[in-house]
């Protein structure tokens, strides 16, 4: 790097006759005074010296500066950056060599920006730096997307000497901050941004299977359902046959419509016979309007188990709802029921035959083997649930993922239990004043709101319409709940048909979330007249189905002394998966307090350790959080330090593409750039035009270096020197 330097004043009309007329004064009375003295020479030096003075003084009002330019030796650059992500490869670029309506890939058109013969006539003014960015990483996936603003920040900081950038891209960022922030950073520096978008702003038409949402696991001899999602750019709907394939050669499938430009949501459903892990394959065949054909079919894997849910009914008075329950959940194969009953006229609490208990379970341990309890017309206090047992009943679907499920009766016995720590986990707000609920003497009914008719819980029909129809044909109840309206962040499946009030219809069926586990209300006691004309079609299927989405979590991964669970259960890319975990002795009693940690092997192999952390004490409870970034396998092995226990599972996480082939090129995040940089947007076919503008950018100019010695630190201490020794030299002649 070659240097030059020069010395410049920067005076002004006013500073120079202003500094000329204060020299010439004191020149003068410099003069008058070595004349009195007899022009002795001690006299004629001093002030001389005085003269100097203000003469520096002057000059220095003038700002004097010492200036460096270094010019760089070596040329000056230009990049060239590329976007060599994977929807660079959608073919929506019409091909100029020929006229048939032929197109190539968005890549093949930018084929010759990056040939290094294009740039010829600039290499010798300039170096022409070509780079791609948001390259697909090995073993990234179809996580990896695109990255605009990284690159952009990147050219900048690494050479000082850049005049100008090519930026070629289709535009699609899905990764990092804002691009346009990295534009800013460049106008600042004076670096102006030539955007080629390439791409059709038009998505090419294309069906595609978005999702296959399999559950981690399913019953055997118990119906799955598999949901799946389909999006289609095809600018009319037509129909089209699913099929899902199973390892064991299970074949299903289903007719489905698929939605013009948009998306289709819908699900089948498997019946496994037999247990063991299980892959699913789902595809949908290729339309002839398709341009793309590698994106209609997805895998997902699913292990089948035998199940044995283990089931608490709680209960006052054995009325007919209590009855019908028991006698549907002991008969299903599945379950293991134990009852206890509060009957206000026995002497003591309990039942009769073997699927009775005496007495509450004693202990947190006892009664952490529930995976689902039913709490009927009882409240606390007076010969039924204590404080100490409503607080068990709250950890327990707090801290240990089981279900509870709310069934009050005309006693209005429940009311009590707001005022314990059970009134948290209610869905719905009571009516105090009206304990005993409302009655009639003709049938009410109910009516599903949108998300009931989508929910498994009501689900009692194959498809949504016969569902609908069975629902509105069921029996009515002729007693409901005193509800005023549901909480916030509860799920409302069930509204009265013909009952509202200032909120709205009256809610009858309502779902929430509690801490790990879920709460369901049921406001009738009217479920077991379902089985009129049809026996126990729909009741036992009612009832099962919410056995089993309650206990769902608790059975992901268990051990003897283990059990771990996670949401969402069906996590995607980049999703924040929430573990959850308890942890018991081996005496069987909670960990209080311990270190758990679980070790996650991504399919890459790349691994990590979540630190788990304890939220409930009592109940051995511990979390912890994992951000997915890779799709496929991750295996999971949970570690306590303290009991020398291990629990090995897995968990799959569904591949989202964040970079997809075929969707629609953004050139306004181009011309945006390009505008905030002061540059240019050219199409792909006039390399010509940009070579014509680099070759016209004014060389960068020089690094300049500036010393002001007008208010340097080094030139006012020289000066206030000077003027001390001016001071004792008068001294020492005896002038002072």
Known sequence: MSASRSFTLLWTPWSAAVSVLAVGITAGFCLIAWRRSGYRRSTGFLELARLGLVSLVALLLNQPEFIEEFRPENKPAIALLWDASSSMETQDVPCSERNDGTRIARRQAIAAWLEPASWTTLRDRMDVLIEPFSSPKKGSGSGHGSDLHEPLAAAAGNDKHLLGIVFISDGDWNEGAPPVEAAAQLRLKGIPVFAVPVGSTTRLPDVELLSLDAPTFGIAGKSVRIPFSIDSSLPHEYRATVTLQTEAGDELSKEVLIHAMGRTNDWIEWNPQNTGDYTLTMEIPVHSEETLDDNNRLSAPISIRE?????????????????????????????????????????????????????????VDALAKFDVVFVGDVGSGDGQLTDLQCQWLKGLVEHQASGLVFMPGWQGRQLSLTETELGDLFPVVLDARQLGGWGSRTPNHFELTELGRRSLLTKLADTQKENTEVWDGLAGFQWYAPVIRARAGSDILCVHRDVSNEFGRLPLVVTRTYGVGKVLFMGTDGAWRWREGVEDKYHYRFWGQVVRWMAYQRHMAKGETMRLYYSPNQPRMRQTVTFGANVMEQSGEPLGTGDVVARIVAPSGKTKMVQFKSTGDAWGAFGGRFRTEEAGHHQVTLLCKQTNATLETSFFVQGVATERIGQPARPEVLEEIARVTRGKVVTPDRIHAIVESLTNLPDPPPTVRRIQLWNHPAVAGAVTALLGVFWIARKTAGLI
Do not use: M, T
């Open 307 to 363: 199940e044995k849910l283990q089931v608490l009914v709680i209960e006052s008075y054995p009325r007919w709802e209590y009855r019908y329950l028991h006698n549907a959940l002991s008969r299903d194969p599945g379950i293991d029921v134990a009852c206890l009953l509060f009957h206000p006229g026995l002497s003591k609490a309990g039942g009769g035959n073997k699927d009775y208990i005496k007495a509450f379970p004693n202990s």
